[in-house]
């Protein structure tokens, strides 16, 4: 496809699960970010890489919260020993930039709706 | 944490009227974005307007700057009832790197009644 691909769309896990969230950009484009999205919020930041580098991690909430993005194109967001606080909406865009050229949109993906119970 | 504040938090107009949203930031930026986010999809983008840009238009949206002030609207024209979804500013803070991170504000409901 051509857009941002996320995955799955809905999970629900138990308090205390480990869960594995992953994006699959749109080819060739080399930023990736990650938000959490309350209901009713704009989306808040949590991390985005250039190619396989995490450039910024400073929205991930605690050290629970983990991404990695190996080879520079798929990403996986990991969040260990889940809590109810952690249910939201978990939203991937990619764009299409480069080391010093900001001026591009993102494409986001539909999201995954995790539900921690 | 989240850059902007837009204002309203929630807009009802009539099909055919024009529906003004304001955001304010924080920081210094590059860019300014805005996206659309209809109920239960993706965020969509709208438009981008530069640092360096006061005034930009596409089709029936016209988006302005005032850098001095740090704050945006967006204006959407001859609104349809196909317009109503909620509205997000965006902008990429100016850290001196190359950083692209976005940061949204809190979103503007629109309401287009037919």
């Known amino acids: 496809g051509a857009g941002v691909s996320q995955s799955p769309r809905y999970k629900v896990t138990k308090r205390g699960q480990d869960v594995a969230l992953r994006c699959d950009p749109i080819?060739?484009?080399?930023?990736l970010y990650w938000y959490r999205q309350a209901l009713g919020q704009g989306p808040e930041f949590l991390t985005y890489?250039?190619?396989?580098?995490?450039?910024?991690k400073s929205g991930l909430p605690n050290d629970r919260f983990s991404a990695e993005r190996p080879e520079g194109s798929i990403s996986t967001l990991t969040i260990q020993r889940t809590e109810q606080r952690d249910s939201a909406m978990y939203r991937c865009?990619?764009?299409?930039?480069?080391?010093?050229?900001?001026?591009?949109?993102?494409?986001f993906g539909q999201g995954t709706r995790l539900t921690v119970v | 944490s989240q850059q902007g504040e837009e204002d309203p938090q929630a807009l009802s107009i009539q099909e055919g009227e024009n529906a003004t949203m304001n955001c304010s930031y924080k920081?210094?930026?590059?860019?300014l974005q805005w996206y659309r986010q209809n109920s239960g999809r993706g965020l969509v983008h709208l438009i981008l307007?530069?640092?360096?840009?006061r005034e930009k238009h596409s089709g029936r949206l016209r988006v302005t700057l005032d850098t001095s002030k740090k704050s945006s609207s967006l204006l959407i024209t001859a609104s349809r009832a196909a317009d109503t979804a909620s509205y997000f500013c965006?902008?990429?803070?100016?850290?001196?790197?190359?950083?692209?991170?976005?940061?949204f504000g809190t979103g503007t409901l629109l309401a287009v009644q037919p």
């Open positions: 920081t210094s930026i590059n860019n």
């Open positions: 890489f250039n190619y396989e580098a995490q450039q910024d």
């Open positions: 307007i530069r640092s360096n840009e």
């Open positions: 965006a902008t990429v803070p100016n850290y001196g790197g190359a950083t692209n991170k976005l940061i």
């Open positions: 080819s060739g484009h080399v930023s």
């Open positions: 865009a990619s764009s299409l930039v480069s080391q010093g050229k900001r001026n591009t949109e993102a494409f």
